[in-house]
C-alpha cells in the first residue's frame, strides 16, 4: 500500500537506532528497511542509519549446516 505524500508518518531514528543496540545485544539481526526524510520526499530505502547499511539478514541453520557439514 502506498501512502500520499502529505499523508506519511515521519519514522523516529532514535527509536530505531534503541532497536539496532537491543539486536545487536542479544545477538539478533537487525533488518531496517526503509523510511521517509520528510512527509513530501521520496522513501529512503537503501537500509543506510548514521552512515552504516543496517540490513542484516538471520543465518539460516540449514545453510551454516551445508556449510560446515
Known amino acids: ?10 519514522m523516529v531514528l532514535d ?8 539486536c545487536t545485544a542479544f545477538g539478533v539481526p537487525h533488518f531496517f528497511k526503509l523510511y521517509y526524510k520528510n512527509d513530501q520526499g521520496l522513501p529512503r530505502e537503501d537500509g543506510v542509519l548514521d552512515g552504516q547499511v543496517r540490513q542484516a539478514w ?12
Open 15 to 22: 527509536w530505531v537506532r534503541e532497536v539496532g543496540a537491543h
Open 58 to 69: 538471520p543465518q539460516s541453520p540449514h545453510l551454516a549446516e551445508k556449510l560446515t557439514g
Open 1 to 10: 500500500m502506498s501512502v500520499k505524500k502529505g499523508e506519511r508518518r515521519l
